[in-house]
């Protein structure tokens, strides 16, 4: 007597495979959500025909919360900051992947009262799919919201004081470590640091690295001159380091732009670039190559950094659980070494 054997039940995951699409946009489908291209559509819509997938009635009435589009929250003051060609970069990172997976960015600065309660709506009223926050700041009421939020929270870099479960960052201190180190390599013995906010885990850990490659040399770290990640900013902080200890030979400048502005005082200042005083900054944004004279600087991926954060992020929208996300820097060397 021939006994029925039950059909195997197929699952959304592979309905995405055999379609060719990310889960996310298979899901959204599904249940009939919009922001989804045709041929995508009709993929998806193939692919359920083909496996005779079953749509599980929990996850489908899961999935109808969707919004299609995630957002991108940078805790700034200056609406111009996403013309910044640092933001700029990790836009474009971020977009090319969400584009991959049929979701749109959306843009938010929350920096004043006003711009938080925005973002705190949002995330209470899930007007997102998800969310990646940047330039988080110490006690920046923004890092607990997210953390409390009840959808998929990505960090670009790590905020102070909080050990998040999701993140990608660039190993700053690594980097910082390695231009402190070849400037001492270089034969500079009075190296200083242009540090950046130190009410911000980037800035403490470029700190750091230039202090740990000061103290394995044997040498004195210096009271750091203090800017906050500006051409102006570095330019003055520059004039009160020459100040303080006109024998700097060396300065390790914890982004592009102060490191920008440090030259500029040091060619007011008759200070000849390298000669009398190495610099190297960090980044590599188009500022250190148009500099004069161009800027050794230390890359990072900042539109991998992007992309691997609206990776992440999609990964969580998806149901997978993603790891954190360190990724490396390397030294460039130009003019001013």
């Known amino acids: 007597m021939a006994v029925d054997v039950p059909r195997r039940q197929f699952t959304l995951d592979e309905v995405a495979e055999l379609a060719g699409v990310s889960r996310s946009v298979a899901s959204r489908v599904l249940n009939n959500a919009p922001h989804v291209s045709r041929a995508k ?3 998806v819509e193939r692919a359920v025909l083909e496996l005779g997938y079953v749509p599980n009635p929990t996850a489908r009435a899961l999935a109808t919360r969707q919004t299609g589009a995630a957002a991108l929250i940078v805790s700034g003051e ?12 990790v836009i474009v990172g971020a977009t090319g992947a969400l584009e991959e997976a049929d979701l749109h960015l959306m843009l938010c600065l929350a920096a004043s009262d006003r711009g938080r309660k925005r973002v705190e709506q949002l995330l209470r009223s899930k007007g997102a ?6 330039a988080l700041r110490e006690d920046d009421p923004l890092a607990q919201m997210a953390q409390d939020a009840d959808m998929p929270v990505v960090f670009g870099g790590r905020p102070v004081g909080l050990n998040p479960r999701w993140f990608v960052d660039v190993d700053n201190a690594g980097g910082a470590r390695e231009a402190t180190e070849h400037l001492i390599a270089a034969g500079r013995t009075r190296v200083a640091t242009i540090c950046g906010r130190l009410d911000t885990e980037v800035g403490r850990a470029r700190h750091r690295g230039y202090r740990d490659a000061m103290l394995a040399a044997g040498l004195e770290p210096l009271p750091p001159g203090e800017g906050d990640f500006t051409e102006p900013s570095g330019a003055d902080a520059m004039a ?3 100040e303080r200890d006109p024998g700097i030979d060396g300065v390790f400048a914890a982004n592009d732009n102060m490191g920008a502005g ?3 005082t040091l060619r007011q200042a008759g200070r000849l670039v390298p000669a009398d005083v190495a610099v190297i900054g960090f980044d590599d944004l188009v500022v250190a190559q148009i500099a004069n004279p161009p800027l050794t600087t230390v890359h990072q991926p900042i539109e991998a950094l992007g992309r ?3 990776r992440m992020l999609v990964a969580l929208i998806d149901g997978r659980e993603p790891t954190p996300l360190l990724l490396p820097t390397r030294l460039v060397t130009r003019s001013t070494t």
């Open 41 to 43: 559509r009709e993929a």
């Open 78 to 89: 200056d609406p111009s900051i996403f013309a910044d060609p640092f933001f700029a970069q």
């Open 129 to 134: 799919d998800g969310v990646m926050l940047m």
């Open 240 to 242: 009160a380091l020459l």
């Open 262 to 264: 440090a030259l500029r």
């Open 308 to 310: 691997e954060m609206a």
